[in-house]
């Protein structure tokens, strides 16, 4: 299946003489969630602005849905809708106004019931007449994504989208992202909530000084690279751990109650058996356990921290 964003061989250097982004390519499928994950300075805006048609690109290829984002410029920015990181909006026009202008910017026919229903979905409609610097910095941000909504478009970016905003607002927009994605709408968001992309998102790109350090589905990269943990909570405190049992990943908390053994849960053997009869056989007895998977916020730092020490990086 022909993927509906395709990016291959993207460069882009300032006039600094920094290199926002070295060669990437990239694919990205309809109706897929897609999360960008990487650090201040990274490069995610400066992708996501290339693509967008905000900023041009250095050299390489960006087509969305076929169409070329340079020569081909007004279809393919037409099936993109944005909500940018920064708040940008028409301060004295209503709310009413600045989405139907917004959705005849694209040249979309007028659809008042559809724009009611965007405006009542992000829970706006009792603030249609209202000028948008009456409104509060949640609502602003409630306009954004209905004038990214306006024109129906296809792939919808978001840009640190819950980044500030209130608890209420995050809830409503991750619903409206689910109902977008059931109806076909591929979202690609980049975001500092890890724990957001965890649960959004079907895939993860990891972005680092320019560079795709690494893009996979979610629940590959968790099972590839999520260790797991068994925590034995002893009945007596050790003061360190036996010599015989040095071999085992094993640690010991600093009072001596708790033993973390760490293992690959792809493994066939987890060797836990073999550890427990150890444990037993030095007559060291737990009284509870419970084991844990590497958050995604984890694996993202372990990746980026790699990445860096593969660079000669250093903290």
């Known amino acids: 299946m022909q993927p509906v964003i395709s990016?291959?061989?993207?460069?882009?250097?300032?006039?600094?003489?920094?290199?926002?982004?070295?060669p990437i390519d990239l694919d990205i499928h309809k109706g897929e969630i897609f999360a960008l994950l990487g650090p201040?300075?990274?490069?995610?805006?400066?992708?996501?602005?290339?693509?967008?048609?905000?900023?041009?690109?250095?050299?390489?290829?960006v087509l969305v849905g076929g169409h070329d984002?340079?020569?081909?410029?007004r279809a393919a920015r037409g099936m993109i809708g944005l909500v940018p990181q920064e708040l940008f909006n028409d301060a004295f026009e209503s709310v009413w106004a600045t989405v139907r202008f917004s959705r005849g910017l694209?040249?979309?026919?007028?659809?008042?019931?559809?724009?009611?229903q965007l405006l009542r979905d992000l829970s706006l409609w009792e603030k249609r007449d209202a000028r948008i610097f009456e409104l509060s910095g949640g609502m602003k941000r409630r306009v954004m994504i209905a004038k990214a909504l306006s024109h129906e478009p296809q792939i919808l970016f978001l840009d640190e989208p819950t980044a500030g905003v209130d608890v209420e607002l995050r809830r409503d927009m991750w619903e409206m992202v689910r109902g977008l994605r059931e109806r076909g709408v591929t979202i690609i968001l980049t975001t500092h909530y890890i724990e957001e992309a965890e649960e959004m998102a079907d895939r993860i790109g990891v972005i680092r000084q320019g560079q795709l350090v690494l893009v996979q589905d979610k629940a590959t990269l968790m099972q590839q690279l999520g260790k797991k943990q068994l925590s034995l909570q002893l009945q007596h405190p050790l003061a360190a751990i036996p010599a015989e049992l040095a071999s085992y990943p094993l640690e010991l908390s600093e009072d001596g109650q708790e033993l973390v053994y760490t293992f690959d849960a792809q493994q066939e053997h987890t060797g836990i058996a073999e550890l427990l009869k150890r444990l037993a056989e030095h007559d060291i007895d737990f009284k509870d356990l419970q084991t844990r998977q590497s958050s995604l916020e984890e694996i993202f730092v372990s990746l980026v921290h790699s990445h860096d020490v593969a660079n000669g990086e250093h903290a």
């Open 106 to 116: 694209f040249g979309k026919p007028r659809n008042d019931a559809f724009l009611e």
């Open 40 to 61: 201040n300075g990274a490069g995610k805006t400066t992708l996501i602005s290339i693509v967008c048609g905000i900023v041009n690109p250095g050299s390489g290829q």
């Open 69 to 73: 984002i340079v020569r081909d410029y």
């Open 7 to 22: 990016i291959r061989q993207l460069t882009k250097t300032y006039a600094s003489g920094h290199p926002a982004l070295q």
